[in-house]
């Protein structure tokens, strides 16, 4: 049974299946009975949690505070933004009636004909319309300013073609709407939300990403801008892990969102969005895992440490059970989530298997000659590396070692990242290196007509415009035209 549950299809041979494996059998998610939708378990959603729990208190150190706005939303409301509307219409789910009814003719339930809803209602793709007509109704004066409200909630987006925690019809998301008084104060925001988000991917993550600006044809439907935090997969395709949107005032107008300024005029409010999702699950197992199945940056790991006792009997049990329940106390003292595995339904060569394959950190495992000795064997996760050291203070040592493995799987992300991205000056070296995969940073002339010719033939998109980095100014790799400053192309999920 051990050797089944690491038995992963590699890395190498099939990355896709390897990928889907790994979510269903380190117990992450699996599919459910609506198509294109998962059902995300425990072990998973524990992940989400911390994710959660840790994004949540970075918002509200910035102001932020956490409301919720309905799930349904008018069709009219959709239809007021016209960028907004073309950018979704695709992907709407819609309510069209309210009731079921036996069917006279005896073919079970069937939609009432005469329970039509008058005005027909969308499952949020996303919440701007019906926060912007709820907003008209707090805001009326500069002194109503700025209004900062993130919700946790789930979106539906019809996806044709689905793969757990990627891309599925419904997910998990937070999305943060705020109003502000000026274009200035609105702006600062959006930069400080993707400031954020990538604090978070780094830091808790361990996951190195690039802050951008989305071009033109990329930027989120109805807003003026969007930054973007683009993060590199093992297999060399871009992920967009985290956006935020400078909305101008387009919202504002479409729901005549006004307020009087301090001169007492009407103006427009400004207004930005921000989101991240179930998708940095899927940025999580893609960064660092391997053909052993799930490597957890220590900051998100449910279980940091597990303990395995190995015994013969009964008492050799309790003796062990006496020694790890100092080690368990200090541990979670330290701050150290710890499971002491003393279950006796799994040999430790299973228990073993399982921990490895769902990531946890740090094992220990000891025994009564380890008793004995006064020692205790560790392994880290990250290398598979396994070493012998003393029970005294064993606490303080597996506490330094989860921090280093952090830095490690970062720096080892980081490391990939760097060998994987590449400067291109013509086309024709741009289709070969595009088949390698990675980033490539390339010359654009920034007309949407150069980008649709590259992507068309290559599947290739701008990721992003770097804000940081060099800002030579060169020429268009496809035209000759003149270019600002390299941009990343790169294929993506």
């Known amino acids: 049974m051990a050797k089944e549950l690491k038995d992963l299809t590699k890395r190498s041979e099939d990355y896709s299946k390897w990928y889907h494996e790994l979510v269903v059998k380190a117990d992450l998610a699996e599919q459910s009975a609506v198509r294109g939708c998962m059902v995300i378990k425990p072990y998973g959603y524990a992940i989400w949690e911390k994710m959660q729990a840790t994004l949540d ?221 179930t998708r940095l699950m899927g940025a999580l197992i893609m960064s660092h895992s391997d053909d052993n199945g799930l490597v957890l940056p220590p900051h998100l790991a449910p279980i940091q440490c597990v303990i395995v006792p190995i015994y013969k009997n009964n008492e050799q049990l309790a003796e062990i059970s006496r020694h790890v329940e100092p080690i368990v106390n200090q541990l979670r003292e330290l701050g150290v989530s710890v499971k002491y595995d003393d279950a006796d339904n799994r040999r430790p060569g299973f228990k073993f298997a399982d921990y490895e394959l769902k990531g946890v950190p740090v094992r220990l495992a000891i025994g009564a000659r380890d008793i004995e000795n006064g020692t205790i064997e560790v392994m880290r996760r990250d290398t598979l590396e396994k070493q012998v050291e003393p029970i005294e203070g064993i606490a303080e040592f597996v506490k330094g070692l989860l921090e280093e493995i952090q830095t490690n799987i970062f720096r080892k992300a980081l490391n990939h990242r760097e060998e994987m991205t590449r400067e291109v000056d013509t086309y024709d070296e741009f289709k070969k290196e595009i088949e390698k995969g990675g980033f490539l940073l390339c010359h654009w002339d920034g007309t949407p007509e150069t980008e649709e010719k590259i992507k068309a033939e290559t599947k290739a998109t701008i990721r992003c415009i770097p804000l940081d980095g060099d800002k030579t100014p060169g020429f268009c790799m496809v035209t000759g035209k003149p270019s600002k400053q390299r941009v990343i192309f790169a294929r993506s999920y």
């Open 57 to 277: 208190r970075m918002f509200k150190e910035t102001g932020v505070q956490n409301a919720y706005f309905p799930l349904l939303i008018p069709k009219s409301f959709l239809c007021r933004e016209a960028e907004h509307v073309e950018g979704f219409a695709k992907e709407c789910a819609v309510v069209t009636h309210y009731r079921l009814k036996n069917d006279p003719e005896g073919n079970g339930v069937i939609v009432d004909p005469d329970a039509r809803l008058e005005e027909e209602l969308i499952v949020r793709p996303t919440s701007e319309t019906i926060i912007w007509g709820t907003y008209k109704n707090w805001i009326h004066s500069y002194r109503d300013l700025p209004v900062l409200c993130n919700q946790w909630a789930n979106v539906m987006r019809w996806e044709m073609r689905t793969r757990m925690f990627l891309r599925t019809a419904e997910f998990l998301w937070q999305e943060g709407h705020c109003a502000h008084a000026t274009e200035e104060e609105s702006e600062a925001r959006t930069v400080q939300m993707i400031n954020l988000y990538a604090d978070f991917a780094e830091k808790y993550m361990a996951m190195p990403v690039i802050k951008g600006v989305k071009s033109a044809n990329e930027r989120f439907a109805g807003a003026l801008n969007t930054y973007t935090i683009e993060a590199m997969m093992q297999d060399g395709k871009a992920l967009q892990s985290g956006t935020s949107h400078n909305l101008g005032q387009n919202f504002a107008k479409a729901f005549d969102v006004t307020f009087v300024n301090k001169d007492n005029k009407p103006e427009y409010v400004w207004a930005n969005s921000w989101g991240v999702s």
